[in-house]
Each structure stands twice: as structure tokens, then as C-alpha cells.
């Protein structure tokens, strides 16, 4: 598997803002974390090697330099969230773009918890970016964000260390803890309880060497392939298995899918496992609203194993997946629908009538890599001809996605 997006873009972030050197190799190979490369370049950090193995010199905390060009963060809400935390403790004033899809994206959540520990921030005037922050003296606060967002957590997090005092967040629900987990990695001691989690402003970060595992968003594409095609027989090795990242597997397991984990080796602090997947016969299940952000970016491939399963499935409280790369609930909806599936939104929950079988259609990805990558999936299971529009997209997360998977089938 590529590397994990989310723990990439820590690396690199976290390198910067740490005294001495930091060594990450296997970063996911996508552009998304070329964006975050990019942009701390632009604001002096050096980073040397290829785009998978990289140093990066330190610049100790509150060390970047400004710059007056326009910093870009493409189509990543991840670089934008998390640099946004970043430079509100820095004192000068940065100009955040991002590509169509970005700057449709709401950022209010990051930027209202942000005025509360005292940085200036102004979103365009739909409460996206363009945006500028203009950061400086940072107070510690307890926030609590309406949003269960891993993005505005850590974007909180890397706020509070260049605060005075503590800054405690509270989520209103457990969202992924690469942060946390990497934050404990260079060395900076986080109280956690429940949903809270505090940091000291001021604590150093410490370079440190990441090995980024393998990434269960892309493993999560391979999975359902092959738990839906008779006769497969996969196995996924080094794939990362952080409990907030596994709830695709829990799903495809009450589906009735055969997926073995085989414990493997630790890496950057997190459990790896192989995953051994048979095909077979899946049932429809019920997704709980608190089940979803720990599986947030594998609800298009969840709905089409559903889309295959008996049974109806449903997804309760999808309402985040209209602010992703795309509206993922409309675009599921349509793209499961142009298979000849049966699927359809409720308010916020997607219910997905499952069929034995989907006649090839033509997919428009909207440009959303996960939609992209789904509608590939469906292709290969489908009968006829697919046509994916726009498929280049996978270039976000998983750029040699298809002639991998090309290159799998017997
Ligand atoms: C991410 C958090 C999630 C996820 C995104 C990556 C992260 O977004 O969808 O792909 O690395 O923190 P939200 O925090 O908006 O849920």
C-alpha cells in the first residue's frame, strides 16, 4: 500500500516545527502531501530526497519564515486545516489558496476555535478560502469544535503548542489520534482523557524517524474488490490499524466478509496488520452515526459493497461527506445509481438497496479521487463497459491505483 496520507502530512508538518533532523520514509505518494511539501517550503524549512524518502531540517518551534507569495495547498483540506493551526502561532500574516474543490470547503471550524486562543483569521465571504491568517501571541483556551474533525482537532493541537498556558480540545466525538500519537513520538507529552486532549504550549518537538505504514483508506478499495469477486484471494500487507481507522474493517466483518488480520510490525507508533481477504457472498448492515468518523473516507466503497450485498443497508448521519472533496452523499447516491443499483438519501443517511448485479455505466468523478477510485471498483464488478470521467484524480491519494489493480486480475 502507499503510505498513509494522514500520518505524511504529520511528518512532514511536525519535522518543521521540531529542533534537529527528521527522517520520514514511505510517504503516500499523492499530491495531497506534495501540497503540505510545497508549502513549507515556501516558508524556508528545507527538505531534501525523493518524494517517498525525505529529511527534514527543523526549525524548532514558531521558526517559520513569512512570505508575501500566496501559499497553496491544492486540493488537500488536510494541509490547509493543519497549517492554518500552524501559522496562527506565527506573527505575521499568511495568504492560504486552494484549488476549486478546497475553496468550496468550509473553514469557520478551524478559524472560530482559532480567534479563541487569539489569531486573526478572514475567510472569504462564504466562510472559505481564500484566507488569510495573521497570527502572534496565542492564549491557551479550552475549546470544545461543534465538528468531530481530526483536522480541527489537530489544527487546535499544533495552535496550542505555540500558545501560552494549555490549551485543552474537546471533541464531540473520537476522531483518528495520528496527531496525538505523533505529537508523543517527537517527544511532546499530551494529557488525553476521554474526548479531551491537552497541550502545554511551548513544548519542543524532538526530530524523530517515521516509518509511514501502509495507508486502510486505499487498502479499503483493494478489500472490498475482492471481498465482492468470486474466487479472489488478496492479501494486503503493512496496512496501518489504528482503531479510529479501521471501522471499514469492522462493517465488511458483520457484512460476512472473509478478512483475516495477520498482526505485522509497528511503525511511526501505530499497529500494523496484514489483511488476508477471500471473496465471497456479502448481507447488508446498519452503519451507526458514531461508527462514521471512524470511517469517514471509505463510505463510497462501503456503499458499493452494499450496493452488491442482500439486503438493505443504511448509513445513518452522513452529513460530513457533503464537505469533502466533493458532496460524497449526492455523488454515491448518483454513482451507485448509474449501475443500475438502488440507493438514495434520507436527510443524512444514504440507503442502499443491495442487487446481484451492476450493468457498466459512464462515472463522473467529479474530480473527488475516492469517487474516482469507487467507480473503477464498480466498473470491474459490473457487467458491459465503464467509463470513469475525470479518473485521473486518484493522483491525490493513490496515484498507481489502477495499474495496480490491472495488474492483480488473473
Ligand atoms: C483527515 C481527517 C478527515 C479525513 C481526511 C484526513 C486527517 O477529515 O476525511 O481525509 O488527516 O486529519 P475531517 O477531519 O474533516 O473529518
Redesign the pocket.
Known amino acids: 500500500m502507499p503510505g498513509d496520507k494522514?500520518v505524511s502530512?504529520r511528518a512532514l508538518i511536525f519535522g518543521a516545527l521540531a529542533e534537529g533532523t527528521t527522517e520520514a520514509r514511505g510517504l503516500a505518494p499523492g499530491a495531497d502531501v506534495r501540497s503540505t511539501r510545497r508549502m513549507l517550503t515556501a516558508l524556508g524549512v528545507e527538505i531534501q530526497g525523493d518524494a517517498s524518502d525525505v529529511r527534514v531540517k527543523g526549525r524548532g518551534l514558531g521558526g517559520l519564515q513569512p512570505t508575501t507569495a500566496a501559499l497553496d495547498a491544492g486540493n488537500s483540506?488536510?494541509t490547509m486545516r493543519l497549517m492554518m493551526g500552524v501559522l496562527a502561532g506565527h506573527p505575521f500574516a499568511s495568504r492560504l489558496i486552494g484549488d476549486e474543490s478546497l475553496s468550496r470547503r468550509p473553514m469557520e471550524r478551524v478559524a472560530a476555535p482559532l480567534r479563541a486562543l487569539g489569531a486573526t483569521v478572514e475567510l472569504s465571504p462564504r466562510g472559505t478560502a481564500p484566507l488569510t491568517v495573521l497570527g502572534g501571541k496565542l492564549k491557551g483556551a479550552r475549546v470544545a469544535p461543534a465538528v468531530a474533525?481530526?483536522?480541527?482537532k489537530?489544527a487546535l493541537l499544533l495552535a496550542g503548542l505555540h500558545a501560552a498556558g494549555v490549551t485543552t480540545v474537546v471533541e464531540p466525538a473520537a476522531?483518528?489520534d495520528?496527531t496525538e500519537k505523533m505529537l508523543a513520538l517527537f517527544g511532546v507529552k499530551l494529557e488525553r482523557g476521554g474526548l479531551a486532549v491537552a497541550v502545554e504550549g511551548g513544548s519542543r518537538l524532538t526530530g524523530a524517524r517515521v516509518e509511514v505504514p501502509g495507508d486502510p483508506s486505499s487498502a479499503a478499495f483493494w478489500c472490498v474488490a475482492a471481498a465482492l469477486a468470486a474466487d479472489s484471494d488478496l492479501r494486503v500487507n503493512g496496512v496501518m490499524a489504528n482503531p479510529t481507522r479501521t471501522g471499514f474493517l469492522e462493517v465488511l466483518s458483520r457484512m460476512g466478509a472473509d478478512i483475516r488480520r495477520e498482526k505485522s510490525s509497528e511503525r511511526a507508533g501505530e499497529p500494523c496488520v496484514d489483511l488476508i481477504v477471500r471473496g465471497g457472498k456479502l448481507r447488508a448492515a446498519d452503519i451507526s452515526a458514531a461508527e462514521v468518523p471512524g470511517l469517514?473516507?471509505e463510505v463510497p466503497i462501503l456503499a458499493l459493497a452494499a450496493a452488491r450485498a442482500e439486503g438493505t443497508s443504511r448509513f445513518s448521519g452522513l452529513d460530513?461527506l457533503r464537505h469533502?472533496e466533493s458532496d460524497r452523499l449526492a455523488g454515491i447516491a448518483e454513482l451507485l445509481n448509474g449501475f443500475g443499483a438502488k440507493a438514495r438519501v434520507d436527510g443524512d443517511d444514504l440507503l442502499v438497496e443491495g442487487s446481484a448485479r451492476l450493468r457498466g455505466t459512464t462515472v463522473d468523478s467529479k474530480l473527488d479521487h475516492r469517487l474516482a477510485m469507487t467507480g473503477f471498483v464498480a466498473g470491474f464488478l459490473a457487467d458491459g463497459l465503464t467509463t470513469v470521467l475525470g479518473a485521473g484524480c486518484a493522483e491525490i491519494s493513490y496515484p498507481s491505483f489502477y495499474m495496480d489493480f490491472l495488474s492483480c486480475i488473473a
Open positions: 494522514s502530512h483540506g488536510t474533525s481530526a483536522q480541527v489537530s476522531t483518528r495520528h469517514v473516507d460530513e469533502k
